[in-house]
């Protein structure tokens, strides 16, 4: 099995705190920013940051569903963790500073990829389809922490 990784990067023009209470903020701001792609959206315990368990189903295809028990951690300031605990998808938020008023959101999820063909078309084409939806949460977010 190999490592599959997707990552997506935008530039936020609102202040990097703000970005980041948004993204942590997952018992309001966070089920408002997801797409069609996510359902099932429900916080089990706590609701913001460091200590939060939330549920989602992921629809990246029509034929691939991940039905995702996240637990979220902050391992260091302006990063978030969501560790999923039916799978080995690992899902990294990091928000810093990109000039005066601006915030750089990066998004990373990486996962144990099948094996064999499977595998190899999981990791060519995977990382596309995860890409595209988080670029519509990013600029929901976007959308959200700059107005």
């Known amino acids: 099995m190999a490592q599959v990784e997707?990552?997506?990067e935008r530039i936020v023009q609102a202040e990097p705190e703000a970005v980041f209470t948004a993204l942590a903020d997952y018992s309001?701001?966070?089920?408002?920013?997801?797409p069609?792609?996510?359902s099932e959206y429900e916080v089990r315990e706590g609701g913001s940051g460091e200590g939060t368990l939330v549920h989602w189903k992921l629809q990246a295809t029509s034929k691939r569903v991940r039905d995702c028990l996240l637990e979220v951690s902050e391992p260091s300031a302006g990063q978030l963790v969501e560790k999923d605990r039916n799978s080995s998808m690992v899902t990294t938020w990091t928000v810093t500073p990109a000039g005066t008023g601006a915030a750089n959101v990066v998004v990373t999820t990486v996962w144990?990829?099948?094996g064999g063909i499977g595998g190899f078309f999981e990791k060519t084409f995977a990382?596309?389809?995860l890409g595209r939806i988080y670029d519509a949460v990013l600029a929901k977010l976007a959308a959200h922490v700059e107005k």
């Open 36 to 38: 069609e792609h996510f």
């Open 112 to 114: 144990n990829g099948a």
């Open 127 to 129: 990382p596309k389809g």
């Open 6 to 8: 997707a990552t997506t």
């Open 28 to 34: 309001g701001t966070r089920a408002e920013l997801l």
